[in-house]
């Protein structure tokens, strides 16, 4: 394993673990801090948003681990 697939698995670890409290915030139904807030950085965005920002870091982070296992 080299150095790169170490650093593509680190980052996929990231989006993985970035999935989980955005993804249970939002699909409890609450407000939680996303990108996409307003303001950016300070704001609580809405459920819905929260769920499929969880999601799609869910999806980047199986597309790295599923390309690297390869």
């Known amino acids: 394993m080299n150095a790169?697939?170490?650093i593509a698995y680190f980052v996929a670890g990231l989006f993985l673990a970035?999935?989980?409290?955005?993804?249970?915030n939002g699909?409890?139904?609450r407000?939680?801090?996303s990108p996409f807030a307003s303001p950016p950085g300070v704001g609580e965005s809405r459920p819905l948003v929260n769920v499929l920002w969880g999601l799609f870091?869910?999806?980047?982070?199986?597309?790295l681990v599923n390309t690297i296992g390869s």
């Open 57 to 63: 870091n869910f999806a980047v982070g199986y597309v």
């Open 4 to 6: 790169l697939e170490l």
């Open 31 to 33: 407000r939680f801090q």
């Open 18 to 24: 970035n999935s989980v409290p955005h993804f249970t």
């Open 27 to 29: 699909v409890s139904g």
